[in-house]
Every structure is written in structure tokens, then in C-alpha cells.
RNA sequence: UGGGAGGUCGUCUAACGGUAGGACGGCGGACUCUGGAUCCGCUGGUGGAGGUUCGAGUCCUCCCCUCCCAGCCA
């Protein structure tokens, strides 16, 4: 049994989609599953529509997921010597010929047949020309596709699939500039790079037949097939731009972990039971591809945002850390010039769905806040609370094991003294100390904040306080 | 138009031909620092019509709906 081995093979023509990158996990977990390889090659054959800027889009992406490949990056339009070789094979053989019709020819051919009520296909004129018609531009080159009989495809997802060849055309495997396309450099590639999986999206299900004729005629045998569906918007259609973010890396930049965009991933389309969050491990030891699914999914943005929650608040800190540190360095922020950041992850983890937010509310604890949250404002810093940041003030200031537990104890002993209920005296703190509403528990929160920045601040709202009580 | 693939709560998904359940979302409640955490409850579904069967989401037939392919894009 040869070694399992398989692919993503995306073309450079924008960014990394959402739905590839599905498929790159489903074929990644596969190969990683069952001991064996996973290839990147990317499909650059279009050379209008790839970039360079592209490829590194993909590479980026791919590195961010974590989906380390065991081969590759392979370019196809650096092997354009191998397909014209093969190509030369088949025409040798008798197995492809030269096609000297028109596009115009074809397009007329095309609606002719839909007028007619049959399926646009090419029909086969120069199949069998010996020589060159007269005033014959460059040909394309065509597979003499067979007439009769069936191509079965035993999918791994589908099942069971039957085409016939008489449903099929002789498809064009080289332009006439000599450059190849997709259906045959697919298979010469997986061919010669050995693939035996080939997981990809349910749009390529019907060039399936194609693909496994010319597998046959270059005399190997086809790879084993899981086609995957696709990934839907809300209206039902193919996920675009239109839905919104469909890039792998935008989800990057919106403060998503990469384990738990892929924990999304494995399971639109596929489950294990009930379960919903998933390390990578188990995806690893539990992911098969029968166990995918056999229709459409839509996207739910709602869910994936759960899960991201879900994952920072099951990370270890110093994991988490890696990736905030990323985003508060985006706000200017360098983690050095506060309490430990591995501290404040532990801190808000409970508290923050995504790392942009929790980047937004750690500010805090790195530079005074510029202003008060109107309204926790107007609710906490006024006169009537005042005398509650003046204790808690004076009681912190000869605080001298500055820790949560007996920073605790002050915020205590002063309610207990104004006879107040602790979130009276804690809320104004809060506000004072973080400028809105919401901070991790109020010990934790001054403990880490300092005493020389906790005492400067609430200094500062007992002083804004005077300062809007004089009009 | 021809061919191919699908159809379970709003979304994702589970259910050997034998109790339609879980998660997200939504609504409500509880939680003596804030809650964006935690706990509890409610809501809500097998596209339609026949057939087979003691029994069907599950098998069969027809209808309806959706997606994909038919670029010398991939």
C-alpha cells in the first residue's frame, strides 16, 4: 500500500478563501491522520489573473493556520516542459489530436445546441482530420475523449457516481500558444507527484470523468476522490465577497485564533457525535472523510465567533498572549511597558470574544485612559460616589502587599465603613482606574494595574468629579 | 436546455427501519463587584404527495426547491 498523499492546490488569482481553506484542513487532517504527505502546489497557469502577491497571500495563510505542508510549494508554470512532453505522448499515441476550429465556430456551435435542447459540447470535427484544413491558424490540441461506456467514480463523500462518455467532449488539454490547462495539468501533476487523495470542492465533481479518462489514457491509475460541498451565504448562493469577510487572514486581523477558525472549518460539514470544540489533536485522531457531509453549508459567522471565545478561554495564557501581544503592537502598544501580559490574558479571558477586543479593553493597563465612558461616567463618578473613592483611595495608599486578596480587603473595609453594598464602592473604582464599565474582578484589576498608577487614577476621577460638580 | 449533486429547528449537525437530540442564535430567569463568564428554563425542524412496512427522517415512486458543470478560468 503506498503512502497516503494528498493536496491543495489553489490558484494565485486573490486571497485565501474560507471554503479552500476547508478543504486544505480536510486534506491536511486526512494526510496527517494516516501518517502520509500533504502537498501544497499552487496552479499559476492563468497568468493573467495570478499574482506574486497572491501566492504570498497563500502562503501567509496557510502558515498562519498552521497547515504545514511535507512538499512543495510546487509551481505549475514551472513544469510547462513536463506537460508538453506528455502532451507530444498523446499525440503520438493517437490519443489527442489537433483542433483547428474557431472560437467563433464554437460559440455558434454552443448556442446552436442549447437552441437545439442539447448540451453545449464541442462535436468533435477535426477528431479525425488527417491533415490541416486550408487557411488553418494555430490549433489547440484535444483528448480523443472515449465515445462509449462509463467512468464510475467511487467517491468518498458522494458515493457512487456513473458518467457516461457519451455525455462528455474531446476537452482541450493544450491552448494553441502551447500552454496547458487545468483538467490535464491536474493530472499530471497529482500522477507524477503521487498523490492517491484528492479532496477538493463538489464544483469540480463533473470534470471528475474527464480527469479519470486521462488518467486512463496516460496508463496510471486515478487517485481516490472526496469532493467536498460547498461553503453557501445566507441567500444561499456561493460565499463571495458579498457576505462579507471570506479571507482567511481578514479573520486573522479581526482577532481570531487560527485554532478555532479551523475548529469552525472541520465542522461545517463535518462532525463527531455532539461534540463542538475540538483541539487540533482531536481533529487529527477523529476526522475521516466519510464522516463529511453531503450537502451545502452556510456560513455562520455567529458561531464561529462562539467558538473563538470558546478557544481563548480554554487556551493557556501564554498561548493567547502570542496573539494579543501582535494586536496591542498594533495600538502602539508594547506589552513590556505593563504587568506581565501573560497575566492579563488570565485576566480577560472570560471576558473577550475576540483578540481586537481584548486588545481594546487591556489598554487600560498600559496607558492611562484618555476619557471616561460617558455613560459609565454619568452613573459612577459624581459627588455621591466620591467619598467612595476617597476611601478606598486613602486605604490603598498605605496598602503595602499590594495583591489581590488584600486589595480586596480595602475595597471591602470601605463599603463596610460608607455602608455600602461592595458594588457601590467597586463600580466607581472600575470606572476610575479602566474608564468603563467592565474589567476583570476589581482585586485583579488594581493588583495588576500598580498601586502608583491605581492611586494616580482614581486621584484623577475624584478630581474630574470636583470638576464637573463646579459647572 | 443537457448532465451531475443535494434537501432535519433561523444556522451547523446527531438519530442501527424502532424515543427527532446537541450546539449556535433568539427569548426569559438565577448569580451579594462589572459581567462579555457560569448555571437553569423556553422557543424551534424531517420540502410535498403517494407507496412498502407492525413501524420511515431513514427504503421506493412522482412532484417541488437549491447548488454545481457545460471558458482555449481554475
Known amino acids: 500500500?503506498?503512502?497516503?498523499?494528498?493536496?491543495?492546490?489553489?490558484?494565485?488569482?486573490?486571497?485565501?478563501?474560507?471554503?479552500?481553506?476547508?478543504?486544505?484542513?480536510?486534506?491536511?487532517?486526512?494526510?496527517?491522520?494516516?501518517?502520509?504527505?500533504?502537498?501544497?502546489?499552487?496552479?499559476?497557469?492563468?497568468?493573467e489573473r495570478s499574482t506574486q502577491e497572491s501566492v504570498n497571500v497563500i502562503l501567509e495563510g496557510m502558515s498562519w493556520l498552521g497547515l504545514d505542508y511535507d512538499e512543495g510549494p510546487f509551481y505549475q508554470t514551472e513544469r510547462f516542459d513536463r506537460y508538453r512532453e506528455l502532451t507530444q505522448r498523446l499525440l503520438d499515441e493517437g490519443l489527442a489530436y489537433r483542433c483547428y476550429c474557431s472560437k467563433e465556430r464554437l460559440d455558434a456551435?454552443?448556442?446552436?445546441?442549447?437552441?437545439?435542447?442539447?448540451?453545449?459540447?464541442?462535436?468533435?470535427?477535426?477528431?479525425?482530420?488527417?491533415?490541416?484544413?486550408?487557411?488553418?491558424?494555430?490549433?489547440?490540441?484535444?483528448?480523443?475523449?472515449?465515445?462509449?461506456?462509463?467512468?464510475?467514480?467511487?467517491d468518498r463523500v458522494r458515493g457512487r457516481v456513473v458518467f457516461r462518455n457519451s455525455e462528455l467532449d474531446d476537452l482541450i488539454?493544450?491552448?494553441?500558444?502551447?500552454?496547458?490547462?487545468?483538467?490535464?495539468?491536474?493530472?499530471?501533476?497529482?500522477?507524477?507527484?503521487?498523490?492517491?487523495?484528492?479532496?477538493?470542492?463538489?464544483?469540480?465533481?463533473?470534470?471528475?470523468?474527464?480527469?479519470?479518462?486521462?488518467?486512463?489514457?496516460?496508463?496510471?491509475?486515478?487517485?481516490?476522490?472526496?469532493?467536498?460541498?460547498?461553503?453557501?451565504?445566507?441567500d444561499g448562493k456561493r460565499l463571495s465577497k458579498r457576505h462579507g469577510a471570506v479571507s482567511v487572514l481578514q479573520y486573522r486581523d479581526q482577532g481570531y485564533l487560527p485554532e478555532a477558525v479551523l475548529n469552525y472549518l472541520v465542522r461545517l460539514g463535518w462532525s463527531?457525535?455532539?461534540?463542538?470544540?475540538?483541539?487540533?489533536?482531536?481533529?487529527?485522531?477523529?476526522?475521516?472523510?466519510?464522516?463529511?457531509?453531503?450537502?451545502?453549508?452556510?456560513?455562520?459567522?455567529?458561531?464561529?465567533?462562539?467558538?473563538?471565545?470558546?478557544?481563548?478561554?480554554r487556551a493557556e495564557p501564554a498561548h493567547v498572549a502570542r496573539y494579543l501581544a501582535h494586536h496591542l503592537g498594533e495600538r502602539d502598544i508594547d506589552p513590556a511597558d505593563g504587568p506581565p501580559l501573560e497575566a492579563v490574558v488570565a485576566a480577560q479571558q472570560e471576558r473577550a470574544k475576540t483578540l481586537v477586543e481584548m486588545a481594546e479593553n487591556s489598554l487600560f493597563f498600559y496607558r492611562?485612559?484618555?476619557?471616561?465612558?460617558?455613560?459609565?461616567?454619568?452613573?459612577?463618578?459624581?459627588?455621591?460616589?466620591?467619598?467612595?473613592?476617597?476611601?478606598?483611595?486613602?486605604?490603598?495608599?498605605?496598602?503595602?502587599?499590594?495583591r489581590p486578596e488584600a486589595i480586596h480587603e480595602c475595597v471591602l473595609k470601605a463599603a463596610e465603613v460608607l455602608e455600602l453594598k461592595l458594588g457601590k464602592v467597586a463600580q466607581p473604582v472600575r470606572v476610575a482606574v479602566s474608564g468603563g464599565p467592565v474589567s476583570p474582578p476589581i482585586d485583579q484589576t488594581l493588583a495588576l494595574l500598580g498601586k502608583e498608577a491605581t492611586l494616580r487614577r482614581i486621584q484623577a476621577a475624584i478630581d474630574w468629579i470636583d470638576r464637573q460638580a463646579a459647572g
Open 1 to 47: 500500500m503506498a503512502k497516503i498523499k494528498t493536496r491543495f492546490a489553489p490558484s494565485p488569482t486573490g486571497y485565501l478563501h474560507i471554503g479552500g481553506a476547508r478543504t486544505a484542513l480536510y486534506s491536511w487532517l486526512y494526510a496527517r491522520r494516516h501518517g502520509g504527505h500533504f502537498v501544497l502546489r499552487i496552479e499559476d497557469t492563468d497568468r
Open 368 to 402: 492611562d485612559p484618555a476619557d471616561y465612558e460617558p455613560k459609565a461616567a454619568r452613573k459612577n463618578l459624581k459627588p455621591e460616589t466620591e467619598a467612595a473613592l476617597v476611601r478606598v483611595r486613602d486605604l490603598l495608599s498605605e496598602l503595602e502587599d499590594w
Open 109 to 154: 456551435l454552443r448556442q446552436e445546441q442549447m437552441a437545439n435542447k442539447q448540451k453545449p459540447r464541442y462535436d468533435g470535427r477535426c477528431r479525425d482530420l488527417t491533415e490541416p484544413p486550408e487557411g488553418a491558424g494555430e490549433p489547440v490540441i484535444r483528448f480523443r475523449n472515449p465515445l462509449d461506456g462509463e467512468v464510475v467514480v467511487e
Open 173 to 234: 488539454i493544450a491552448r494553441a500558444d502551447g500552454t496547458p490547462t487545468y483538467n490535464f495539468t491536474v493530472v499530471v501533476d497529482d500522477m507524477d507527484m503521487g498523490i492517491t487523495h484528492v479532496v477538493r470542492g463538489d464544483d469540480h465533481l463533473n470534470n471528475t470523468p474527464r480527469q479519470v479518462n486521462l488518467y486512463r489514457a496516460l496508463g496510471v491509475e486515478p487517485p481516490v476522490f472526496a469532493h467536498v460541498p460547498m461553503i453557501l451565504g445566507e
Open 272 to 313: 463527531h457525535g455532539d461534540q463542538e470544540v475540538f483541539t487540533l489533536d482531536e481533529m487529527v485522531s477523529l476526522f475521516d472523510l466519510e464522516d463529511i457531509n453531503h450537502s451545502a453549508s452556510t456560513f455562520n459567522p455567529q458561531k464561529l465567533l462562539w467558538l473563538n471565545q470558546q478557544h481563548i478561554m
